[in-house]
């Protein structure tokens, strides 16, 4: 026999999870940013042809916006890149001449870059505030572990306005960083080994290294020094903030690595003479406290 | 650092970048555009990220308050709920928008009310404050180990993890009056004398009257009793009763046998409330209590008193003593280590750290001459080396001692020729022409002859790199990261760290203590070898018997013995205790013995309930032996309770009717009068 108090206590549905996962107007907020950014991409790659790849992303990441979906990202960018590449869905693709030479700056290419970076963004945050925040914690003796998510309380005042203007900035220094790597040389017998192109041509071959190969070298020397030039600043500021037991636990490590070859010889031996004494004294062949 | 998902997220833009930078910009360069825009994203939210750690979460600081009956106190109640307070804050430049805070439980007391682990934006002007509830179930040492830190970016990229040691002991006083304020002790009758006293029936300065006898001068003027001296017509004197103090002195039993056991409910800890509430009930009525404590090696005794002070330092000791945890010995290293390391890691993430507590790889390597065979692999070795040494040293022809070693030398010399000129006769060499053929015989011919050290170096590789891999490897890494912590703790450099990985005894003792301080129960095996119960402890009647003579010796007027301890399994080895319970009882001093009981034993006298006799049916086999080991257990206390009971001794279970009262009703009788029922 059911009663009201029965259908009271029914567990709540999966429409209901989901009302009640956006029911803070911060985590709205968030959710909209996101499906906006998705309505970009959609228009933007409807523009240039590919309107199923544009419905596919538009779709998936929607979805995966709503429900939480932690793959999505990935298959959204995997999408979005073989439809950039294959507009019309199938190989082959066609060559620009011109793409080098016109492809930077492009509003569309802006729009696109924006609208991806504000739809990760906000489905990652997203994703922390309904999921899953931060790692769990490695199992520990003694407690549980459980998913760490953030509090849709600790989303401040002007977040969104924050996400949107550093969309902005990412997006300007990702074409920027961009216009200087396709205008770049490789000139080994120069003062400087990379030079800016004189020539704005179609395709530039005055370096000594081919034009991939010259991207290729820009590319990585720019995360390479980047790397070392971060690993060089925050390096140094972790051992300005290293703690004197941390600073202690190194000098222990460092000089047992030194001396453990000895160590262990003299362990060895020690531990050696330890069972030794215990199996006569257990043979009987020796009382304890005579002479060894 | 980098979470599961930064390093997801970074993978794909490292794809989209290589083929956007080095495959597409024929095509088209959004994605490139598109790798170095999300790059960009991430590099900026890592340097964020980067800077609040550095900047923020190094400067974090923890501060904590108890509170208990609305005030700030140095030491809690058992029983009573009591608030923790803990303030987070750092005096940063930048702002923590994500940080988890999550203060670690003391093993000695149960979450009440709220929540230990709540998450929160912090700044520098606005700290994080972390409140919540705990209870004590019972007497011992609360423990606050410190405030576990999660910090973590908006987007769920980049992970820190600290932890602010904020290592504090707080004692737990066991209980006297409960929630209501309502006290143990019953009302007495109006007729007992004063509170802290009792009458002792020789002359003294008591309220009592003892005696008449006849004047002798100089006896005060009002001691006179007028109307017995009228009706004998000779001057008589009253002689009054003394009111000595009621003294009691309990024994505790702290050997290792009562440490076992969940903490809070170990026997020592229930004996330990015990004996709080006798203490507390007869300091009430003004008794004096005195309290030693012993194991199997030594006692410590505190004087019988009955100031405040003496009954604080007395609640203290019960509550040291409570939280006491065997000593684990014999207890197996690996397992000592699957406990130890996870609390090592989570209370010392930055001395586990693997950058600074490093295991390199040649230290995990297992060495070949430890084992007997490794000897005769190394000759395997070295004997092309050995055979040209010998051959070039002693000539083909020699004759050392009267044998000739070198014959087997010549022997291998021409196998090798043989099997060489076999591998140039029948592989690829057969086929080459001018120099590469030379060469090609040479690396025939030495392959022949290096044969037994190939042979020998790929068993010496396959020996040495099995360390690298499996259970073993993660033991020792997860050891050897433990003595060093370890040697950090102490002090003691890295002479112990080797130390500690090799001798198990003193790993055994150094992991022990480590988590005895933390209170985690560490895991000892209750039989040794043979099968016998390690936790008997029969060391501990002669210190037992010795300090109750030494209360005789320095007691003044009848007291109360009241001995807490486990000695149901001594039977045989009570006779010390026996002959100082009879020295006791020669003095009129009382002897009361009380014995832990098991949990959910039934007593002696307890009859069997039906369900376990039913007729025809057979027992299980757990049922079978929890009833031999039932049976067992009566007999040892039957046999104690005689023991003693033939020395005058009283002899209950602690789950007997109510061991206080017990307690009580006896100093009642010893000063004078019992109480009303």
């Keep these: 026999m059911s009663t009201d108090a029965d259908t009271d206590d029914k567990p709540p549905g999966f429409l209901d999870a989901v009302t009640e996962r956006f029911a803070d107007v911060r985590v709205r907020g968030l959710l909209f940013a996101g499906l906006g950014g998705l309505a970009m991409l959609f ?28 793959a999505s990202p990935a298959f959204v960018l995997l999408i979005l890149l073989y439809f950039l590449v294959f507009p019309y869905g199938l190989p082959p693709p066609e060559e620009d001449p011109f793409e080098l030479e016109y492809g930077t700056f492009r509003v569309a290419d802006v729009l696109m870059a924006a609208a991806l970076v504000m739809y990760l963004s906000a489905h990652y945050r997203l994703l922390g505030i309904t999921r899953l925040a931060m790692p769990n914690e490695p199992g520990g003796f003694g407690h549980k572990t459980s998913p760490r998510t953030r509090p849709a309380d600790l989303i401040r005042k002007g977040e969104l306005l924050r996400t949107f203007t550093l969309t902005a900035v990412v997006v300007l220094v990702g074409q ?4 200087v790597v396709i205008n770049l040389e490789v000139d080994t017998l120069g003062d400087s080994p990379l030079r800016f192109a004189d020539n704005t041509g179609v395709r530039r071959d005055g370096g000594d290294l081919s034009p991939w190969r010259t991207r290729l070298v820009a590319v990585v020397g720019l995360l390479f020094f980047g790397t070392l030039f971060a690993r060089l600043v925050f390096g140094y500021w972790r051992l300005r903030t290293m703690t004197p037991a941390e600073g202690a636990m190194l000098l222990t490590d460092a000089g047992w690595d030194e001396t453990r070859r000895e160590r262990v010889r003299v362990e060895g031996w020690r531990m050696w003479g330890v069972k030794r004494v215990a199996d006569r004294v257990r043979a009987g062949k020796l009382d304890k406290g005579t002479k060894r | 650092m980098l979470t599961a998902r930064g390093y997801w997220f970074l993978t794909l833009v490292a794809l989209l970048l290589a083929l956007g930078v080095l495959v597409l910009p024929d095509y088209t360069v959004v994605p490139a555009i598109l790798g170095l825009t999300l790059l960009a994203w991430f590099t900026w939210e890592w340097v ?60 000695a007391a149960d979450l009440n009310a709220g929540k230990n682990g709540v998450a929160f934006d912090i700044t520098a002007d606005t700290p994080a404050n972390l409140s919540f509830t705990l209870k004590a179930p019972g007497p011992g040492v609360l423990r606050f180990e410190g405030v576990r830190v999660r910090v973590a970016d908006v987007h769920g990229f980049f992970h820190h993890r600290r932890f602010l040691r904020d290592g504090i002991e707080t004692l737990i006083l066991p209980p006297f009056t409960d929630e209501e304020g309502r006290q143990r002790a019953d009302k007495r009758m109006n007729t007992l004398p004063p509170p802290g006293g009792h009458r002792l029936r020789r002359p003294g300065s008591g309220s009592e009257l003892l005696d008449l006898r006849d004047y002798i001068p100089g006896d005060p003027p009002k001691m006179i009793a007028w109307k017995a001296s009228a009706r004998r017509d000779r001057l008589i004197t009253k002689v009054y009763e003394s009111d000595v103090p009621v003294r009691a002195v309990l024994f505790l039993d702290t050997s290792e046998g009562v440490r076992l056991g969940p903490p809070g409910t170990t026997p020592l800890a229930r004996m330990a409330a015990l004996a709080s509430g006798v203490a507390q009930a007869a300091a009430s009525n003004r008794d004096l209590v005195g309290l030693t404590t012993f194991d199997e ?23 040291e003593v409570a939280a006491l945890q065997p000593t684990p010995r014999g207890a197996p290293p690996e397992q000592l280590t699957r406990r130890a390391y996870p609390l090592a890691e989570e209370l010392y993430p930055d001395l586990t750290n693997r950058k600074l507590n490093t295991m390199p790889l040649g230290r995990l390597w297992l060495p070949m001459l430890d084992k007997w065979w490794g000897w005769v692999v190394l000759l395997l070795i070295l004997s092309p080396a050995l055979t040209t040494s010998s051959l070039a040293y002693f000539g083909p022809n020699d004759n050392v001692l009267g044998i000739y070693p070198n014959k087997i030398a010549l022997w291998w010399i021409n196998f090798t020729a043989y099997f060489g000129n076999y591998l140039i006769r029948h592989t690829f060499v057969r086929s080459l022409d001018g120099f590469t053929r030379i060469f090609g015989a040479l690396v025939c011919l030495l392959i022949a002859f290096f044969v037994p050290s190939l042979i020998g170096g790929l068993i010496w590789f396959i020996h040495g790199v099995r360390g690298w891999f499996g259970r073993k490897k993660v033991e020792l890494v997860q050891r050897k990261r433990l003595c060093a912590v370890m040697a950090q703790l102490d002090g003691s450099g890295p002479d112990a760290v080797e130390r500690l990985v090799h001798d198990d005894a003193a790993y055994a003792v150094r992991v022990g203590n480590f ?34 003579v030494r209360a005789v010796s320095r007691a003044r007027d009848n007291e109360l013995y009241v001995i807490l301890a486990d000695l149901a399994e001594l039977g045989p080895d009570l006779g010390p205790l026996e002959k100082a319970a009879r020295v006791a009882r020669a003095r009129k001093h009382h002897v009361m013995v009380i014995l832990p009981w098991p949990a959910g034993l039934p007593g002696p006298d307890d009859k069997p309930t039906a369900a376990d006799a039913l007729p025809g049916r057979r027992p299980a086999t757990a049922a079978t032996v929890r009833d031999a080991l039932a049976k067992h257990y009566h007999e040892q206390f039957r046999r104690v309770r005689r023991a003693l009971g033939r020395a005058g001794a009283t002899v209950i279970r602690v789950n007997e009717t109510d061991p206080v009262r017990v307690v009580l009703d006896r100093l009642d009788r010893l000063r004078g009068l019992r109480t009303r029922r």
């Excluded at chain 2, 058992?78 to 999550?102: K, M, N, Q």
């Excluded at chain 2, 301080?517 to 010795?546: H, I, M, N, T, W």
């Design chain 2, 297 to 319: 090696e030594a006692a410590a005794a505190m004087k019988p008193a009955r100031t405040r002070i003496h009954m604080l330092g007395m609640m203290r000791r019960l509550a």
């Design chain 2, 48 to 107: 964020l990220f980067q800077v609040r750690v550095y900047g923020c979460a190094t400067r974090l600081r923890a501060e904590r308050r108890l509170v208990q009956g609305g005030r700030e106190v140095p030491m809690v109640w058992a029983g009573l709920a009591f608030e923790v307070r803990v303030r987070v804050s750092h005096d940063g430049f930048a702002r923590l928008p994500f940080v988890y805070l999550e203060d670690r439980l003391p093993q």
């Design chain 2, 515 to 548: 988590l005895a301080d933390r209170q985690v129960r560490v895991p000892v095996p209750l039989y040794d070898e043979l099968g016998r119960y390690r936790f008997r402890s029969p060391a501990k009647v002669p210190v037992l018997a010795g300090e109750l």
């Design chain 1, 43 to 70: 228009v933007v790659m409807f523009e240039r042809g590919a309107d199923v790849g544009g419905l596919l992303i538009a779709v998936l990441g929607a979805a995966g916006l709503v429900l939480g979906w932690r």
């Design chain 1, 176 to 179: 920027i960083v961009w216009a």
